[in-house]
């Protein structure tokens, strides 16, 4: 095999010289130049594509920033206001107030003066915690009458005289504190005395007159009153004026109406709140209202005690960065942020310092916690919108901690992403900014390139060429094995009669064969080889001018039964001695056929020789002739090893030798039905074959009558 290469290479080498400096050279160069320029331009597109998102995400960044500068602007402008340096809380107050209503980026309000404690001006009233109880003085007259009042209520039970003690007292008095004190006495024991609708009255008139007074334990006596009053509604069966009343002191005590502790407020909103659910919860017919009301006063309840964990947790956490800051740094205008993690919260303060008079020096801080959701859910998503960024990129928000803040991340293995974080981390977010079009940047204008058409064009050049220099060398290598083949098979063809034929002869001249029948046989054996000779050349030269085209047919009228006959007896005398049998079965009466007699001789004979060399051990030759219509069909049928299906149209190319010919060994050139088949279409007939394998094998020729 690789002779054969080499021999087919070495004669198709202008060829392949050609090929290669011709086409694969300049192909394979300009290919390598347009995958260099191909790449380049990926990386253009891929550079492209970052730099724009590189733009959307600096633009979306630039707008968050100059909307918390801007609030930063607000902050400075708000401190240099007299009335924070001067805690004047009202108009600090009054102030933040308005801030909050024009800018809902605006959360919880601190403010910080040096060396006290933080406030928290518009979530409760100044101060609220160090509220103080005033000292009363009782003169001795007012001593002894309230003293006898407790006497009658606390020991004797007697609540009316105690009511009328105290009664007494109250018109003596001429303190406000004093008469309401004694007024929510005498409340007390009606209450005590079951006498609820005149205890409702004395509260309704604390609550009038004397709504800004205090108990002696410092809670707010109006708190009380109403509370006490929700109660006698209560005992009197008046479900809904008590289901009213307690819903009104919930909302006073949500909107700060008393100045409570944090303690205080949730003692108070607790009892109020279960109160009203056992209300609502036994009066299956009441009001949808009042079942909304309660449901929306519980929520904004968790919001108030969301606002105090705020609180503390500015108080733990920023309240000490704060006072630190205020310490450690010098007087300074700007603004300044600072964020922090707390919980799963981040915590993002905006803040400024307070100037004194003279702007070199500071008392205090204002800072303000925004917004976080007024921040993404409009600050944000208003930014992007304004951005638009196109369809092909994936804008992705997280905190630094990793939070999930606008967006679900692409995880695409590869994809062109970029990443942008926040000035000082304020926001503390990464923007993360990911190309997901369908196809990567490289492919994006790929079909539009020059330089891919280029090559798409090169490399088919290329496989064209090369697969017709492949084919061209294995046609070569294939001509030279059929050559081989072919001057192998024609020498043992030869050679077998010649050398038959030279041994007989030898003896023959020698005198050594001396008996009239031997010698007559030899002669009958050199002549029969010499026949295999003159039809072997005949193959050889028949099918050359046949291959030329200059094969000329002489065809005659014959009488078929006569022609077929002479073969059969002519062929019988030259196998005498080779164990031959032919049988032959021809109708009467066939009609003359028009036929080159020489071709279609030689034709009969090449069947009749295949069918002996392909014969093992019986060499049973049947020939049949018969008349079909307007033809003549003549098979010849042998017992021989057979033609597998799937050979049965090859057997009948040029060269062409079965697979049992060569497990065989049986020689031949692989012209002999090759020529069988030119000839009998030449004649305007068709040679068909039908076989078992192993047992037997018929070739048909249908000739048509004349």
């Known amino acids: 095999m690789f002779q054969g290469l080499k021999i087919a290479l070495k004669q198709q080498k202008k060829l392949l010289v050609t090929f290669f400096f011709a086409i694969f050279l300049p192909s394979v160069s300009l290919s390598i130049f347009g995958i260099v320029a191909l790449r380049n331009e990926k990386f253009r597109l891929e550079k492209q594509i970052e730099n724009e998102q590189l733009q959307i995400a600096n633009s979306v960044k630039a707008k968050i920033e100059t909307k918390l500068n801007n609030f930063g602007d607000q902050l400075k402008n708000l401190s240099n206001y007299p009335s924070f340096r001067q805690k004047d809380y009202p108009v600090i107050k009054e102030l933040l107030t308005e801030l909050f209503e024009k800018d809902s980026l605006a959360g919880l309000v601190l403010i910080l003066y040096r060396n006290e404690e933080p406030y928290f001006p518009l979530f409760q009233n100044v101060f609220a915690e160090n509220v103080s109880i005033p000292v009363l003085v009782y003169d001795n007259y007012l001593q002894q009458q309230i003293k006898n009042a407790e006497e009658a209520e606390y020991i004797r039970n007697d609540y009316q005289r105690a009511v009328s003690i105290y009664n007494d007292a109250f018109l003596k008095s001429n303190n406000q504190t004093i008469k309401a004190r004694i007024l929510n006495h005498i409340a007390r024991n009606f209450i005590k005395a079951g006498k609820f609708s005149e205890a409702d009255d004395v509260y309704s008139k604390i609550i009038n007159v004397y709504p800004n007074e205090i108990t002696e334990s410092g809670l707010p006596l109006e708190l009380h009153a109403k509370l006490q009053k929700t109660e006698c509604y209560s005992k009197l069966g008046n479900k ?53 009301r309660f449901e929306l006063l519980k929520k904004q309840y968790q919001y108030k005690i969301g606002q105090w964990q705020t609180i503390d947790n500015l108080k733990s956490y920023i309240v000490p960065e704060l006072s630190n800051y205020l310490q450690t740094n010098s007087f300074s205008p700007s603004p300044f942020e600072l964020s922090k993690r707390i919980g799963n919260e981040d915590y993002l303060i905006s803040a400024v310092m307070i100037p004194l008079q003279n702007q070199q020096a500071n008392t205090g801080i204002l800072a303000i916690k925004l917004n976080n959701s007024y921040l993404q859910n409009n600050i944000l998503d208003n930014a992007i919108k304004e951005i638009r960024p196109p369809g092909n990129t994936a804008f992705y928000i997280t905190s630094i901690s990793g939070d999930s803040i606008l967006g679900n991340k692409n ?52 496989v064209f060429g090369t697969a017709l220099i492949a084919r061209i060398v294995g046609r070569e290598m294939e001509i030279l094995k059929i050559k081989s083949d072919f001057v192998s098979s024609v020498s043992h063809e030869f050679k077998t009669p010649l050398t038959s034929m030279k041994a007989l002869t030898e003896r023959l001249e020698k005198g050594k064969v001396t008996q009239p029948a031997k010698m007559k046989q030899y002669i009958s054996i050199i002549s029969h080889d010499i026949d295999r000779l003159i039809r072997l050349v005949g193959n050889i030269l028949n099918f050359s001018n046949i291959e030329e085209g200059t094969k000329v047919y002489k065809k005659e009228e014959t009488d078929i039964s006569i022609w077929l006959k002479e073969i059969i007896n002519n062929y019988k005398k030259e196998g005498i001695e080779s164990g031959i049998s032919i049988s032959a079965n021809i109708e009467d009466n066939l009609p003359a056929l028009y036929i080159d007699k020489d071709a279609m001789t030689q034709a009969i004979f090449n069947l009749l020789d295949n069918a002996v060399k392909f014969s093992r051990d019986d060499k049973i030759i049947g020939v049949t002739v018969e008349k079909n219509e307007n033809s003549v069909i003549i098979k010849i049928k042998d017992k021989g090893i057979g033609i597998e299906n799937d050979e049965k149209d090859k057997i009948f190319e040029k060269f062409y030798r079965g697979k049992s010919a060569v497990k065989y060994y049986i020689k031949g050139t692989g012209l002999g039905l090759a020529l069988v088949k030119y000839t009998v279409e030449a004649h305007n007939g068709h040679i068909d074959v039908e076989s078992e394998p192993g047992r037997s094998t018929v070739f048909t020729i249908t000739l048509p009558v004349c």
């Open 411 to 462: 995880n695409t293995p590869d994809a062109i992403t970029t990443t942008v974080l926040f000035d000082d981390n304020f926001p503390p977010w990464r923007s993360e900014l990911t190309y997901i079009g369908t196809r990567r940047p490289g492919e994006i204008s790929i079909f539009s390139s020059f330089y891919f058409w280029t090559i798409i064009t090169l490399i088919i050049i290329l």
């Open 240 to 292: 809904a004026s008590a289901i009213s009343s307690d819903l009104t002191v919930f909302e006073d005590l949500l909107a700060d109406r008393w100045n409570l502790k944090e303690s205080q407020l949730k003692t108070y909103t607790t009892i109020v709140s279960e109160r009203l659910t056992g209300f609502l919860s036994n009066n299956a017919g009441e009001s949808t209202k009042n079942i909304f």
